[in-house]
């Protein structure tokens, strides 16, 4: 029951990130938060195993999409150079921190920034471009705050990356290129760290490495490619602005669910 859980997991979040763009983390977290639940895992840990076994996947997911946008030319490395060093050190302490709040509290976080999701995509809120790239220094700093908001909830980084490289007038095709591009390093770190500082800690269910769960791994990653190629196909098809603002209801739902969770 489970794997085919995970496996209906991996199909939707694959239809999602092809449909919408978004990473599949955004609906992967909640929906293992729940699967976890379903499980009996210790409310302890089980959303820290939300948010490490999702950034796992993404790992795997990022490769195909990096390789696909390198192939178009669309991925502007140097940007991805100056960014990287400060996405590994954001990552790295952010799963630090993380490891330190609650489950009920890190339940309560990722609804607010749901929530906050749901509101960009309903609205279509991005900031207008307007100014250059910023100096290494700056870059170092973006790469910091992208790749530790990212860790900490569990996703790829494009709902952030993409608007930042944006703003600083990068070509919409080449900012989501890019973007795919350092959602690999905020997955690898992220998904290592977690590993780390949950190894061998006494409420881990069989099957765990640390904070990531290789049974809900494997049964996301054998359908997530195949439907995320759907949804590409589907959204040419589609009415995408009515699709986006029934998607933006789905997370502000899933958001406020996650808020009422952590009280309980």
Do not use: D
Not at 43 to 58: D, F, K, N, Q, R
Not at 73 to 85: E, K, L, S
């Amino acid at each position: 029951m489970a794997l085919g859980l995970y496996l209906l997991l991996g199909a939707f979040a694959g239809l999602i990130a092809g449909l919408f763009g978004v990473g599949g983390g955004v609906v992967i977290v909640p929906a293992l938060v729940f699967a976890f639940s379903l499980q009996n895992f210790s409310p302890e840990i089980l959303t820290h195993m939300a948010v490490g076994t999702s950034l796992a996947t993404i790992c795997v997911t990022s490769v195909s999409s990096v390789k696909t946008h390198h192939q178009n030319q669309a991925v502007m490395w140097p940007i991805f150079w100056m960014m990287v060093p400060g996405i590994c050190v954001g990552v790295w302490l952010a799963v630090k921190m993380v490891v330190q709040i609650n489950g009920a509290q890190l339940q309560l976080a990722i609804g607010l920034f749901l929530l906050v999701i749901s509101a960009q995509m309903a609205f279509g809120l991005r900031p207008k471009p307007h100014r250059e790239l910023p100096g290494r220094t700056a870059m170092f700093a973006a790469g910091g705050i992208i790749g530790g908001i990212s860790a900490l909830f569990g996703i790829g980084g494009g709902s952030l990356t993409v608007p930042f490289l944006s703003w600083c007038n990068i070509r919409m095709q080449k900012a989501v290129a890019t973007s795919a591009a350092c959602g690999l390093p905020i997955a690898l770190v992220g998904a290592f760290s977690n590993m780390a500082e949950g190894w061998q800690h006494a409420a881990l269910p069989a099957g765990s490495s640390g904070f990531v769960y290789w049974p809900a791994f494997g049964g996301i990653i054998l359908t997530s490619a195949l439907f995320a190629s759907i949804g590409a196909r589907l959204a040419h098809k589609l009415p995408a602005q009515q699709l986006r603002k029934f998607f933006a209801l789905f997370i502000c739902t899933v958001g406020c669910y996650l808020i009422i969770r952590s009280q309980w």
